[in-house]
């Protein structure tokens, strides 16, 4: 008689396409204004369709599947999904975030817990603070300059939160 197997850890796995894609619109809280439910259906649609893969098998049958190859990775890291994640427009997530009345490690930790669901690792937040450091010293030089003044903390966090979206850890699941 064996004895029953104990589960000491959940083994990584890499998500597949539509759990990928629901953890983006739930990371970004876009499920909350995404039009009625046949637009979001067709969104949906049109962004799994980047991700059909045909098996060479005797059936001929297609997959929705996230491989990570080269066309699905630039169409994560520069799809419409991510540029909306990471738009900084009022009454969107980031704006909501980088307008808010928390200090900046604060709206940083923010960030990793939607993503990722921990909080940054120090490591993390000093590269972080070094982004708000740079974009507060582009904000200084552009002053006189007829460029258009965005909030630098926003500019900052549009950065990290693109960076957090697009890393190994969010597409797995653990």
Do not use: C
Not at 77 to 98: C, R, Y
């Amino acid at each position: 008689m064996g004895e029953t197997p104990k589960f000491s850890h959940f083994y990584l796995r890499q998500m597949r396409a539509e759990e990928l894609y629901e953890s983006l619109l739930v990371a970004t809280q876009a499920h909350k204004s995404r039009g009625s439910y046949e637009e979001q259906e067709k969104l949906k649609a049109d962004w799994m369709r980047q991700f059909v893969v045909a098996f060479g098998n005797d059936e001929g049958e297609e997959a929705t599947t996230f491989n990570g190859t080269i066309p699905q990775a630039l169409m994560l890291m520069n799809g419409d999904l991510v540029k909306k994640a990471i738009n900084s427009e009022k009454g969107n997530f980031l704006q909501t975030i980088a307008g808010g009345p928390m200090k900046p490690v604060e709206k940083i930790q923010y960030l990793f817990e939607a993503a990722l669901a921990r909080r940054p690792t120090q490591p993390e937040i000093n590269v972080a603070n070094q982004l708000l450091v740079r974009e507060m010293e582009r904000l200084h030089a552009a002053k006189g300059k007829k460029e258009a003044v965005v909030d630098p903390t926003s500019l900052a966090l549009q950065d990290i939160f693109w960076a957090v979206l697009n890393s190994n850890e969010f597409i797995l699941q653990h």
